[in-house]
DNA sequence: TCTGCAATTAGACTAAGTCTAAACTTGTAA
DNA sequence: TTACAAGTTTAGACTTAGTCTAATTGCAGA
């Protein structure tokens, strides 16, 4: 099993790997959840030590999309939600709950549109939407 | 070529039809543009001789999305567009300009998706990005 | 050590949306 | 025709997610 070290990733992905930066991103590692900012703020600030501004929460955000750490995801109205599984993969957001899963890109079949010559496509999401049991 | 009523459509889909409905109506099936809450508001007002408040947008959007006159689409974070075209659809976004338009689910291939047992899918839509050209 | 720039901070501010309590509208019954 | 009730609209207060600002802190290089 490998452990990915947030510090190192951050160095390659050339952001400077500041005590925040760090634990913003080993928390974003390490959960599956999809947090939102606000979530984030809450388990950061409580459980570790370094001190963390609101302001931090979304600077950081900000800087790990722009340097293709992390990738922001929106599947409902309001509020955006983070993560940390940048490979080619889409959602299934259980519309009961709001709890968002993820979905390799190899477990779906390739979307092909037949569109008018204008619109130049560069890519694609899909969102799935159910429930998940259990 | 067929003109669609506001007023006979709230009153198919059981929504009383007062002015402030049917003009709402009128302009999100005279546009394709999925404008947002605030350009329905100030597209309304200024053109429509009918006061209408910021709060009868909201509650009004909301009802008409209830009864399944418009859907809500969510393509950005921070605000919520809207779309009387109520028929099987997905989107293109430019992701330059922020335009939305309507990709009817015929032009694309259907995703077939294999998955956990546990995900109960009850459908699905796609966000295609790129650029629309002119 | 000094210096300068990047990063962080608290809190003011903005924008999207919700809520509330009062006023208005419409239909129905006395 | 008036009275009432239910539903709708209203202005504006309020909430929440996110942005901005100006001051402070941290740190790498000279
Ligand atoms: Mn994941
Ligand atoms: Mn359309
Ligand atoms: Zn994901
Ligand atoms: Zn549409």
Redesign the interface.
Known sequence: MHEINAEELLLKKGVKPTPQRVVITQYLLSTHSHPTADEILDEVKNALPVSLSRATVYNTLKTLVEAGVIQ?V???????RYDANVSDHHH?VD?ETGAV?D?PAE?????????DE?????????????????
Chains 1, 2 share one sequence.
């Open positions: 922001e929106v599947t409902e109205p309001g509020r955006s299934f519309t899963f979905i477990v779906i079949t390739p979307v092909r549109a037949t569109l204008r619109f130049k496509v560069d890519g694609y999401k899909v969102v799935f939407f159910g429930r998940r049991q259990d």
